[in-house]
């Protein structure tokens, strides 16, 4: 069973940055799309960016095109999601899921099978 392990997230304030790592144990990805959604209490699970493992093709949802960043590491097996210029409005709790058949990068978070812990990211004004 492959286990998705979240790092970083934490208290900034508006304007700042911060980076979350997402590290697969248990096996290395090939044709998989590993992607960032949020959550705010009681509301659905929203796209942020994913990233495609065979060719490095990445999407961003338009709210945070620019600002954030995903990146891959091959010899961590990890994913990077880094956020910078943030805002009050990102605040969520991230997490990272994984879709190993994908046709394309999908936004909806239920064409996605295995997902981290979810970290908190709180942006302060």
């Known amino acids: 069973q492959v286990q998705l392990v979240q790092s970083g997230g934490g208290l900034v304030q508006a304007g700042g940055s911060l980076r979350l790592s997402c590290a697969a144990s248990?096996?290395?990805?090939?044709?998989?799309?590993i992607a960032w959604f949020r959550q705010d209490p009681g509301k659905e699970r929203r796209f942020v960016a994913g990233i495609r493992w065979t060719d490095d093709g990445t999407y961003y949802a338009d709210s945070v095109k620019g600002r954030f960043t995903i990146s891959r590491d091959n010899s961590k097996n990890t994913v990077y999601l880094e956020m910078n210029s943030l805002k009050p409005g990102d605040t969520a709790v991230y997490y990272c899921?994984?879709?190993?058949?994908?046709?394309?990068?999908?936004?909806?978070?239920?064409?996605?099978?295995?997902w981290g812990q979810g970290t908190q990211v709180t942006v302060s004004s």
């Open positions: 248990g096996r290395t990805f090939s044709s998989v799309v």
């Open positions: 899921a994984a879709d190993y058949s994908p046709l394309r990068i999908g936004v909806s978070w239920k064409g996605y099978s295995n």
